[in-house]
């Protein structure tokens, strides 16, 4: 795999995200097996990094967000935020700078103009739970798990609580984040986690049409529609119709919903220009 610059320590030079981008979709892949691709302050300014990149590419039409190993994503990297408590301050500047990042991470994932596809093969646990219910979408194979554990050990996932209320209903989140039990796939499907669940011999081929048949589509359109989900879902219904009405006026005078439309009419393949 290609690449991030940023690296979680001198002794490796193995970049901490891998990048491949294929027929207009971008897989980034977390590297850090070894730590449980934990969300270390330099793992997510090297996400952050990429996902900026990806932002501005017009090559990029869909983000699938993965990660080596057995883990997805452990979540916050303990080891350093244990090390921090040797600060003068008790570690608390380095905590609020911890969380901050993080909230900034997954309001980016979520602003982010293109829609990006979590692939959990893993263990997504704490903070790497909080990862999955911040994307638009995930895929995962039968054998991944999730759960939202700091109950266990005095520290409740009240960051992580944030995007997993937003992604499953209220008493589904609420078991999770008390119990910290893991779930398996099935039952995160069931709250609404996750969109699919797919055997792991077909997973590279499942996933990657599945991002394609997203990615054949207006970046335009992709984007309008992201935008919109996001700011009418916590609206009253009268403003979120007010507002999405005014939302697809503005998309029917777009080139592509002109383009859209008539080559629908004449069974035939629409060309987008992404404007």
């Keep these: 795999m290609m690449t991030a610059e940023a690296q979680d320590t001198p002794q490796t030079d193995k970049p901490l995200i891998g990048k ?12 850090r097996p070894e730590r449980m691709n934990a969300l270390s302050m330099a793992m997510m300014d090297a996400l952050q990094h990429e996902l900026t990149l990806a932002a501005s590419d017009p090559q990029v039409r869909v983000i699938l967000l993965g990660a080596e190993g057995k883990v997805f994503c452990g979540g916050h ?6 090390a921090a408590r ?10 609020d700078e911890t969380f901050a990042k993080c909230a900034a991470l997954m309001q980016q994932i979520v602003n982010l103009p293109k829609p990006v596809i979590a692939v959990v093969t893993g263990v ?7 990862l999955v219910a911040s994307c638009d979408l995930a895929l995962a194979t039968d054998t991944a798990t999730f759960c939202t554990p700091g109950v266990n050990i005095g520290l409740f ?7 997993l209320s937003r992604a499953a209903s209220r008493k589904q989140a609420m078991e999770m ?3 910290g039990e893991s779930i398996d796939a099935s039952t995160a499907k ?12 077909y997973l ?6 599945y991002a394609e048949t997203i990615a054949a589509k207006s970046a335009l359109t992709l984007k309008t529609g992201k935008e919109a989900f996001y700011k009418q879902i916590d609206m009253p219904l009268d403003e979120a119709y007010a507002y999405t009405g005014q939302v697809m006026s503005e998309n029917m005078m777009a080139q592509d919903a002109a383009e859209g439309i008539e080559a629908f009419l004449q069974k035939r393949t629409p060309q987008w220009q992404d404007k």
């Design 20 to 31: 491949l981008l294929h027929n207009n979709v971008l897989r980034l892949v977390l590297q």
């Design 77 to 82: 990297d303990l080891k350093e935020m244990t």
């Design 86 to 95: 040797a600060n003068a301050d008790g570690g608390k500047a380095f905590y």
């Design 124 to 130: 997504a646990t704490a903070a790497g739970c909080q």
């Design 157 to 163: 996932c009240s960051t992580p609580m944030v995007a």
């Design 177 to 179: 984040l008390l119990t």
């Design 190 to 201: 069931d709250f609404g986690l996750i969109n699919r669940i797919i055997p792991r011999d």
């Design 204 to 209: 590279e081929t499942v996933v990657q049409k």
